[in-house]
């Protein structure tokens, strides 16, 4: 059998097992499934264009479901989106997001037009007089972080951080006293593009930099190293976050960054992906991370979208293995953990019986978070990627040789689950495999996909239909001869 490797058109095509292109293929555990097809959660549509949804777990592990467009923010209660927004709503600019974070029971938004947003009951408001605006927020270690701000005194400056009071998420005037310190990232240029507890440490990214942030207490308060190096992100999103690492898209590259240095991913897609990307429309780039699945999805704009999301491309962060789906989506949702740790146990419940009861040792609880893979399309719906899977395509590599003819009799998938129903399109070159001619489709019936066709080099497009999940596949070739 030659095993599937997976979506890897950057290797040779002769490079037994890839896939030179696929729609809707997930990797899954050394083996390939059909993606699963949106499901209309059925909340309604919101007023505009989402531009921020996320799912919050509180400190009692109950979990809030919001999203925002550029003049509200919403909850998800009783099956319908409800307006939660301050009195007067809000004006965010054109490509102002909606990001959140949670702070113990307090859910915190923030965009770069708006005061940090909080809310416990009843409807958001500002956090306090003293709040910034802030295009990135996120929690760690009893402290809010607000990065690419304005106020404080300090005006708008994108390469600016601050950090709320300690225990604080209203007091954000700066005082060594209280630890609300603020600072800049000043030896590299452009402003902060992302920022993401990872552990005990805070990173933040610049477009073409990263600062790692450790907290020292006061007088410092938070010391930040910069890694050496030029990587960076172009967007929060762009950053995904598996509790132990963080997987991002850089300006050139797939990177995994444990907390000492970012490593290439040496994906086998990735001149293929900064080929198809639309540079100009980077900062549009949406990731969430499957942790029941341990899948990290990017979606991405194509250089024919026009900045739509349009294809998205998954890792499987076990195997190293890629797929690719197409779905046109406005946000993805990310997951945000209050981030409890045993060390803040004593200060949240007083006894062990104080604790959620029925929380099992493998709970998002006792973790950084857990994923809820769902979307808002461009409906303004929410949707959860859990239908049936509907079509699934999937392209080989070349097989032969330049030297002689071969003849390609059958050919029989190694399925784990077997589809609906499967059809195979061949191709064939009689020349160097730089370009293919269409041959015959082949029905798969009784095991196999029975067809004759004699070539110097063979390529298979594999179709199905209904949940499926594919390891490899025995194509039977047989040698004709030298020219």
């Avoid at 998800?76 to 004006?91: F, I, P």
């Avoid at 461009?378 to 990627?385: C, I, P, S």
Wanted: with cysteine.
């Amino acid at each position: 059998m030659t095993p599937f490797v997976g979506f890897s058109p950057d290797l040779p095509p002769e490079t037994p097992g890839v896939f030179t292109d696929c729609t809707n293929v997930l990797p899954s555990n050394y083996q390939f499934i059909a993606a699963p097809t949106a499901l209309d959660a059925g909340l309604g549509a919101i007023s505009s264009a989402c531009v921020g949804f996320a799912v919050t777990r509180k400190s009692d592990n109950t979990t809030r479901v919001f999203c925002g467009d550029s003049a509200k923010l919403y909850e998800q209660l009783v099956g319908v989106w409800t307006d939660e927004s301050k009195v007067g709503g809000y004006t965010a600019g054109a490509d102002d997001r909606w990001r959140f974070a949670q702070f113990g029971d307090v859910s915190l938004a923030a965009a770069k037009a708006e005061t940090i947003q909080a809310i416990t009951t009843g409807s958001f408001g500002d956090a306090s007089g003293t709040a910034p605006k802030a295009s990135i927020i996120e929690t760690i270690n009893n402290q809010v972080f607000a990065f690419n701000i304005n106020g404080m005194g300090f005006g708008d400056q994108a390469d600016r951080w601050a950090c709320s009071a300690l225990g604080s998420y209203t007091d954000w005037t700066p005082s060594v006293t209280t630890q609300c310190v603020s600072g800049q990232f000043l030896d590299s240029a452009g402003g902060i593009t992302a920022g993401k507890r990872l552990g005990d440490i805070i990173v933040a990214y610049k477009e073409r930099a990263m600062y790692v942030g450790q907290y020292v207490g006061a007088p410092m308060v938070w010391d930040f190293r910069r890694v050496p190096g030029d990587i960076g992100t172009p967007c929060q999103e762009a950053v995904i976050n598996t509790g132990t690492a963080h997987y991002f898209i850089g300006t050139d590259d797939f990177y995994v960054f444990d907390g000492t240095r970012p490593q290439s991913l040496n994906a086998p897609l990735r001149h293929w992906f900064f080929t198809n990307l639309d540079a100009k429309y980077a900062y549009k780039i949406q990731g969430t991370f499957d942790r029941v699945n341990r899948r990290a999805y990017w979606w991405f704009p194509t250089t024919t979208s026009n900045g739509a999301l349009t294809t998205c491309v998954v890792l499987n962060t076990l195997t190293g293995q890629w797929g690719k789906i197409e779905q046109t989506i406005e946000f993805v949702a990310d997951y945000v953990s209050s981030g409890v740790t045993y060390d803040q146990i004593g200060t949240l419940y007083s006894t062990f019986d104080d604790l959620p009861q029925n929380i099992g040792y493998d709970s998002p609880f006792w973790n950084s978070g857990s994923s809820v893979v769902a979307i808002f399309k461009t409906d303004h719906k929410a949707y959860q990627l859990s239908g049936t899977p509907g079509e699934t395509r999937l392209t080989t590599g070349h097989y032969g040789d330049n030297s002689y003819y071969s003849t390609i009799t059958r050919i029989r998938p190694r399925f784990v689950l077997t589809p609906n129903s499967s059809t195979l399109n061949y191709s064939y070159s009689d020349d160097d495999a730089s370009a293919f001619t269409g041959g015959i489709t082949a029905t798969y019936t009784n095991k196999w996909y029975d067809l004759i066709w004699s070539a110097r080099w063979h390529k298979f497009e594999l179709i199905f239909n209904g949940p499926m999940a594919i390891s490899g596949f025995d194509p039977l070739f047989s040698k004709d001869g030298s020219e």
